[in-house]
């Protein structure tokens, strides 16, 4: 009896926001990538992140195995546009460098109001 092939889709999906998903699961191709990088065997990965199946973790790594120039391009490209979205936020923040500074004073202002009395 002849062995018969199939051909199956790498499992992979792009969500609404372009973030790239393993399977049906939420866990992001570049969570997967970075444990196996980090020595994380596919059961490894699997019972740290409940919602993926085996199958599909295997898929995606050989997939990586066999791409990673596109891969590692692709998840790069990622880091530098979060990055450059972390810039733009932290931009548009106010200067918090003396809050600390403002917060310690007004504790220490508040605490005689505190004190029991005869401290």
Known sequence: MALNF???PVPLRTDEH??????????LLDIVIREFNNGADPEGIVHGYSTLQLADVYAVIAYYLRHRKEVDAHLEARREEAAKLRQEIEAK???RSDLRAKLLVRK???EPEHAAPGE
């Open 6 to 8: 199939h051909s199956e």
């Open 18 to 27: 372009g973030a790239v998903r393993v399977g049906d699961s939420q866990v």
């Open 93 to 95: 923040q106010p200067n």
């Open 108 to 110: 220490a202002q508040m």
